[in-house]
């Protein structure tokens, strides 16, 4: 019995150590300054479902939500439902937007993270199947924004005056959080890093040339196949560099290396919005810098306060259980990205459920999707009105020019962003085609006149070694309809009448 | 996050099982049930008794669809698994009756325009084709195989494999000239694709080939091969036991 005992006390005091080892204070306005950079990217966030909505959120956007209720049953559990006014989802939003307000100036920040996640997790079911890492990332920073020791600094009484910025400086709190945050930044980047290396384009340099001419890079069609060996030392380059990143968390302040990596990781997360889009997901990374260099900053903080003070510990103690449940969410989260690694895989399905029902699922897989969803599609849409002469209009009038709209195109093509249960992605593609095409006629009413007839013809196929330059894909009259007054009738491809569906 | 949070956030997350259960129970029963039953299909080879448990497990795939009150295209997807059991038990009329009911499924759901409706279509087409009803297989394929390779595209090696199909019908029927066309078009493509077909595929192909070659119609073989045939065949990596390299799907 007094054995057993030791061994217990042995155990606890082991895993005291390591806690009191990860709970080692970091500087508090370091981790104010990530609340205050997350804020302005949650808020700006909102700015975009906002401006998004009427494609996406509304009820005659792009997406049929009642059908995607029904191909994706556990998306039902969201504030967001059928029949539901544009007014109550548009003062979700806004309540939303506040939360982050709320995380941006310090004012319970807490509860404004709670709710701006409430929020984007609802929308995000609500749009689950155009969904992105961008969206992701946001549901992650709010995430943390729940656990980190926010708010003790640089909150809205300091800018009005009545906290001092310069005592502040020197407020120390609980560092737990933010190295549990670290763990979370190695399971992404060895998950985004490390399974590239299964992608055959990727090992053969080819993948960043490929990425950076399907539909949802900025720059499609400025590459050409003599651009290849330029692109291969920046393929490369994303081979090595991201699985290394998160070792800079590891490495001594002020260390060489941990400068220049760091100018790496802004540089790569800054060349990506730039060149292919999803500017959220790469501006969450390059906020995240600002805890991996938590302790120069505080040293930067420190000098400019001047003065010299004696560190003062904050009396913030994490919560009792938060530690526990931080500590599962990232075993799950490291279980759910083990999808094709022998012996864990099985692990996966679950554990992205797990991530999913504590609302905070998350796909790390980036871009090692690229063997299999390297189609490209270009539309040319000619309209005829009643009577009167063709002419062509930008195909962007059908399908915005972002990684959503190629998302929504997937459906179109045989690629599945989301997996559409088999055979129901001929149900998808009838209603991806029908919303896109009466969305196109009331958005272009004054273009198009009362009457006439569109006709899109696409040039689709993939991007592979084997077709560099898009040489081989082929051309396809994607739909043919008649409008009239609003009403769209479809010529080609025949389809069904329209169920209708409960929600 | 305060302590109280922490339980109620670990209390909703567990609230939710009951609501995801209500929701999903069926979708997902139907999901893993028509997947047992695609595994056994594929891996059935005669013997009598997975015979008995896919027809059983099939049964209880059409009473889960009825009390699921479907509407969608899911039951085109289990009919054509049983297409694929009955022509594998050496049942054709009941194959055809199958894929004809499940080509009517997607044409009611789809369209007839669609991908699943053209992809069945050809699939008859095939049956046919194996049948000897080379009229009808010819039927199918032209009306069918345009809208499968505008999905998939002229490189797939499905849709390459039923233009050579169509080739070696249209030779039994005599009609070379169309047949030539076919295979002039298509015969780069299936150079290409050669090792994702098996040997029985590329050695009738070869054979039609080899009859429009005698009529002067087509070319002849690279010449270290005396036929199209055992030209082909030695481009096939099927070694016998029905494996060949890993592919793509037809996409279905």
């Known amino acids: ?503 | 996050m305060r302590d109280k949070w922490v339980a109620i956030y670990v209390f909703l997350v567990f609230a939710q099982l009951p609501l995801y259960v209500r929701f999903g129970e069926e979708p997902l029963k139907f999901e893993f049930a028509v997947k047992d039953v695609e595994q056994k299909v594929q891996s059935y080879q005669g013997q009598q008794q997975l015979a008995e448990e896919v027809s059983s497990s099939l049964e209880e795939v059409y009473t889960m669809l009825e009390t699921m009150g479907d509407e969608s295209s899911r039951m085109g997807r289990v009919k054509l698994n049983e297409g694929i059991l009955a022509w594998k038990s050496g049942k054709p009329d009941e194959a055809v009756k199958a894929l004809e009911e499940s080509y009517q499924v997607f044409v009611e759901k789809h369209g007839v325009d669609s991908f699943h409706a053209a992809a069945l279509d050809v699939r008859l087409a095939e049956l046919y084709y194996l049948r000897r009803q080379y009229q009808d297989a010819v039927v199918r394929y032209q009306r069918s195989s345009p809208k499968v390779r505008d999905y998939l595209g002229p490189r797939h090696q499905f849709v390459v494999r039923m233009a050579f199909r169509e080739v070696s019908a249209l030779v039994v029927l005599g009609r070379d000239g169309e047949a030539e066309s076919i295979a002039r078009e298509n015969m780069e493509l299936l150079k290409a694709v050669a090792d994702q077909q098996d040997s029985q595929f590329l050695r009738s192909t070869g054979g039609s080939l080899d009859i429009l070659h005698r009529k002067g119609r087509f070319a002849g073989p690279p010449k270290e091969f005396g036929t199209w045939s055992s030209y082909l065949n030695s481009l096939s990596t099927d070694d016998g036991s029905g494996r060949v390299k890993k592919s793509e799907s037809d996409g279905f």
Not at chain 1, 79 to 99: N, Q
Not at chain 1, 130 to 158: A, E, H
Not at chain 1, 231 to 251: Q, V, Y
């Open chain 1, 1 to 503: 019995m007094e054995m057993e005992n030791s061994a217990n006390s042995s155990k606890a005091s082991f895993v005291e150590r390591i806690s009191a080892r990860l709970s080692r204070p970091v500087g508090a306005p370091v981790v104010d300054l990530f609340r205050i950079l997350t804020g302005c990217l949650v808020l700006a966030y909102f700015f975009r479902i906002f401006r998004e909505y009427s494609t996406y959120s509304a009820d005659d956007g792009l997406l049929d939500h009642n059908l995607l209720r029904e191909l994706f049953w556990f998306t039902k559990l969201t504030l967001v439902f059928p029949g539901s006014s544009d007014a109550y989802r548009l003062g979700l939003l806004t309540l939303g937007a506040l939360g982050a307000v709320s995380v941006l100036v310090g004012w319970r920040p807490k509860l404004g993270a709670v709710v701006a996640w409430v929020v984007v997790v609802s929308f995000q079911r609500w749009n689950f199947a155009v969904i992105n890492v961008d969206d992701s990332s946001i549901t992650l920073l709010l995430w943390w924004m729940l656990f980190l020791p926010i708010g003790q600094t640089l909150t809205w009484k300091t800018f009005r005056g009545r906290s001092d910025w310069r005592r502040e400086a020197f407020l120390r709190v609980d560092g737990f959080f933010v190295r549990a945050f670290f763990a979370n930044l190695f399971i992404y980047y060895l998950t985004a890093g490390l399974t590239k290396l299964t992608s055959e384009l990727w090992r053969e340099g080819l993948a960043l040339y490929v990425v950076l001419n399907l539909p949802l890079a900025r720059t499609q069609g400025l590459w050409q196949p003599e651009h290849v060996s330029l692109l291969w030392f920046g393929n490369h380059f994303t081979l090595i560099a991201e699985p290394l990143f998160p070792f800079l968390t590891l490495l001594r302040k002020g260390h060489p290396l941990k400068y220049f990596g760091g100018v790496c990781w802004f540089m790569f997360h800054l060349g990506i919005p730039l060149t292919i889009g999803v500017p959220y997901a790469n501006f969450a990374l390059i906020i995240a810098l600002v805890l991996v260099f938590h302790e120069e900053l505080t040293d930067a903080f420190r000098k400019k306060a001047g003065s010299e003070q004696a560190e003062v510990l904050s009396d913030w103690k994490a919560p009792r259980g938060t530690r526990s449940l931080i500590v599962t969410y990232l075993l799950i989260l490291f279980l759910a990205m083990q999808k094709n690694v022998p012996g864990l895989k099985v692990a996966w399905e679950p554990g992205m459920a797990a991530l999913y029902l504590g609302g905070v699922a998350q796909e790390y897989h980036l871009f090692d999707w690229i063997d299999r969803f390297n189609w490209t599609i270009y539309h040319t849409i000619e309209v005829t009105p009643e009577g009167k002469e063709s002419f062509e209009v930008p195909s962007e009038l059908l399908f915005p020019k972002t990684v959503r709209g190629f998302i929504i195109q997937s459906y179109l093509m045989p690629m599945r962003w989301m997996r559409v249960p088999r055979p129901l992605t001929g149900e998808m593609r009838n209603t991806t085609m029908r919303m896109a095409a009466r969305r196109f006629v009331r958005n272009e009413s004054e273009l198009l006149g009362g009457e006439g007839t569109v006709r899109v013809t696409s040039r689709v196929g993939r991007l592979d070694k084997d077709d560099l330059h898009g040489d081989q894909l082929w051309t396809v009259t994607l739909m043919t309809f008649h409008y009239k007054d609003g009403q769209v009738v479809f010529l080609q491809p025949r389809i069904p009448e329209e169920t209708s569906r409960e929600g």
